[in-house]
């Protein structure tokens, strides 16, 4: 699951998109790149987050499944581009 798009689907952030950065159990970690970036991840239970099938760039899903650096810049930049394809 990590390194999928995903939109909370309930809470106060509903309908924001986010990068799943890490799996624990029944919870996920969310990035944004602005409000919660990759120091300080968003955890929401996987019920309340509608997970998408697409993934962030080959590149940087293999960085972030193998616990390398990953920069905010680079989840905004993978949330914009999917927000390019989508129209």
């Known amino acids: 699951m990590t ?11 509903r309908d ?19 409000k919660r970036g990759m120091a300080h ?14 993934t962030v760039q080959p590149e940087l899903l293999h960085r972030l499944r193998n616990g390398g650096r990953v920069r905010d810049e680079e989840i905004k930049y993978a949330l914009k581009q999917r927000r390019n394809q989508q129209g």
Do not use: S
């Open 41 to 54: 991840p968003k955890k929401k239970r996987k019920k309340h987050v509608r997970i998408h099938g697409d």
């Open 16 to 34: 924001t998109a986010y990068v799943i950065v890490r799996e624990e159990g029944d919870f996920v970690y969310l990035c944004d790149g602005r």
């Open 3 to 13: 390194g999928r798009f995903a939109d909370a689907a309930a809470g106060h952030d």
